[in-house]
């Protein structure tokens, strides 16, 4: 992004007129542009391996591998395709590599690098076949070499990762490696993906497990597999225990500890491993098989790295007056209908309409509009009131659906329009320090922003910063003098008007601004106006 200009240059910038393999250098492999494709070429091609890790474990699963033979082997094709071009390709642009173009031979120094070495390694397998008769089980050993290739990712992010680490104290690396921060890099995101991976893959064997098909073939795999996920999941939850004392709060090694013991992520992460252990432990005591499907609750570890459930939990504790008036309103309407369909149905149908709980249940099932048909009316009076009560859940339920709605995209506005000013007093110094990189950096992943959104949001805030240097220093009947000046002035105004309002107790100001008077009416509108924009 923007704030890191200084070491990584933009496509745009791309001199012109370059010579084809320079520009496909350039475009495919060059670390030196942030919006190339090297980054997307990485990622699909790690993608690419972990799926063959897949394959290759499920070949040894007869049941599976005997009647999609063929399946398997056309993935293998595609595989070893893609492996042999992504080698000549950067066989071929290897002159053009920072690491190697200075050599004499530079395809030689390629041949020879560790990483050729590997990504040859991962194809030669599949070619040494057609020529020499290689044992099935030793070419299936060989082609796992494939995961090799991933260290093409892993070593420059560790290196990258000890580059910047260096000097600092051990738990202080485990924290850069869990906890977002200035010094995890690359190598913090990898053992993000690495946990996300492992929470996705956990969670769709422990439903895959509930079809007795799958698991009679796979009970093995899966009792093997749930094993290594407490043993990562574990692992991680220990370094996040041992390592947040260096987080700002949590210093205290003992209360520290327990502080974040009690967070909501760390319960999530406890509760991910929990039914493991216990079942493990008291198995001879209790029979708990029930418990394996609160592994489930793994997927819930997903939370930490999405900002959507903490923006939905703000939204509702924002509209919660409004939520809870509809909540009331439906209820109302629910025990009314209720009572009222017992009384023309009971009679009727005293099996179905026994009591007004159980025509709650059918209350509830028609104004949701779902009308599953395991109750339904068959008196004049009860198809009314059902038809009535149809249509009146087709608002009554929209209402708070439409509130969470509009409130979300204002609460995202709202963060938006936060970050916005904070860049706008990052840029007071005209610098952003590599500690205000790292701020940005984080809340844009958490506001789900593009690299180009927030390039966006900092030039505006850089206009905005040097037209308020412009301008400021002039005396109002100077701006007044010049339509441009005054119409930023009145731009820069009502933006202080809104950071005022996102800064101050809301709640506090209308209470103040109403008593006696101090406020106006058309100025208190005016002000509810411009925080509304």
Known sequence: ???????????????????????????????????????????????????????????????????????????????VVVFTVEYFTRLYLAAEDEEFKDSKWPYLRYITSPFAIIDLVSIIPFYLQAFIAIDLRMLRFLRLLRILKLFRILI????????????????????????????????????????????????????LESVFAIQYILHIQFIILDVMSVAVFTTEYCMRIYSCVEEPGYQHKIIGRLKQAKTSSSIIDVLAILPFFLEAFLHHLFDLRFLRVFRLLRLLKLTRYTSATGTLTRVIA?????????????????????SLGYLFEHEAQPEKFENIPQSIYWAVITLASVGYGDISPITPMGRMMTIILALLGIGIFAIPAALLASAFTDQLRIERETLQNELYDMLADGVISPEEADVISREAKRL???????????????????????VAGLPLHKIAANSQHAIEHFKSLISQIKQLGIMTDRESFDVAALENARLSQKEFALWNAINKM
């Not at 922003?449 to 390039?455: A, F, I, K, P, R």
């Open 1 to 79: 992004m923007e704030v890191f200009e200084n070491k990584v240059m933009r496509v745009e910038d791309m001199p012109e007129n370059l010579p084809f393999r320079k520009l496909l250098y350039n475009w495919l492999l060059s670390p030196n542009y942030s919006d190339n494709y090297q980054q997307t070429v990485d990622g699909w091609i790690s993608k690419l391996i972990v799926a063959n890790l897949f394959v290759l474990l499920f070949e040894h699963v007869p049941a599976i591998y005997d009647p999609n033979k063929h399946w398997f082997h056309f993935f293998d094709i595609f595989s």
């Open 156 to 207: 420059p992010a560790y290196k990258e990762f000890v580059e910047v680490n260096r000097e600092r104290t051990f738990r202080q690396k485990i924290h850069a490696l869990v906890f977002p921060s200035m010094y995890g890099g690359r190598l913090q995101g990898i053992f993000d993906t690495f946990i996300v991976l492992w929470v996705v893959v956990s969670v769709v064997a422990v439903i």
């Open 318 to 338: 924002r509209e919660w007056p409004v939520l809870t008036a509809s909540a009331f309103v439906m209820l109302l309407l629910v025990i009314l209908t209720a």
């Open 448 to 470: 789900h922003l593009s690299e180009e959104e927030v390039n966006r949001l900092i030039e505006k805030a850089r206009y905005d910063r040097e037209l308020k240097d412009d």
